[in-house]
């Protein structure tokens, strides 16, 4: 695999139509929810110089974008997607490691936080340092939860006064860097999940 790793420019917005179809497929294929995304916001994040792609050849690989809230206190990166004919591959972890990296450049002392119901995003987060947390401990900036509308599952995130959620909160605070590592627990989130989707749903 020969990938590069990059910081998309308006040469790649061609790939926008692409990147947000693989997204919308790779959430009908996994039944979760997944907040969609135009083609003209894409190509707006890679204007801003705000988003990561990977590409292989010419071909669209790997996509993911960084978005600020609160006068760039609280940072966000979304939008992480595989091509199909990548995955298995660890190129997710890479293209979350750069984008990790990237958000921490452009954004310094930022929280860098999201929100996932996969299990596999979980374990990269938690691997690059975030923790579990509640909603409350994410932006309170209300442009930020509107961007969940395109999700299945907002109408539970609204019942429950975007307090909770079947996505999982993770969050990076930079000024916490000297605290215990928390380990990452594939059972302990997987049967979390469960509980949420249980209890959520009624």
């Known amino acids: 695999m020969n990938v590069t790793i990059c910081i998309a420019q308006k040469e790649h917005y061609k790939f926008a139509q692409e990147i947000c179809d693989t997204m919308e497929a790779s959430a009908l294929l996994r039944g979760t929810g997944i907040a969609k995304r135009s083609p003209e916001y894409i190509q707006k994040k890679m204007e801003n110089n705000d988003a990561i792609i990977a590409l292989e050849n010419g071909k669209f690989a790997g996509f993911c974008y960084i ?20 995955r298995h591959l ?9 984008v990790f990296e990237y958000s921490q450049e452009k954004y310094p002392g930022a929280k860098i936080f999201g929100i996932t119901t996969g299990l596999a995003v979980m374990k990269i987060n938690s ?3 975030y923790k579990p947390v509640p909603f409350s401990e994410l932006t309170t900036d209300p442009t930020f939860w509107a961007g969940c509308k395109g999700c299945t599952n907002y109408d539970i995130l609204e019942r429950k006064e ?4 079947l996505c999982t909160g993770m969050l990076y605070d930079p000024e916490n860097k000297k605290t215990e590592e928390v380990k990452f627990n594939k059972k302990v989130l997987t049967r979390l999940k469960q509980i949420k989707q249980t209890f959520l749903k009624k």
């Open 67 to 86: 978005e600020s809230w609160e006068h760039g206190q609280f940072v966000a990166n979304s939008g992480l997607i595989v091509h199909p004919d990548f």
């Open 162 to 165: 975007f307090k909770m959620c």
């Open 127 to 129: 691997d690059l340092g």
């Open 90 to 98: 660890g190129l997710a972890k890479k293209i979350k490691k750069k």
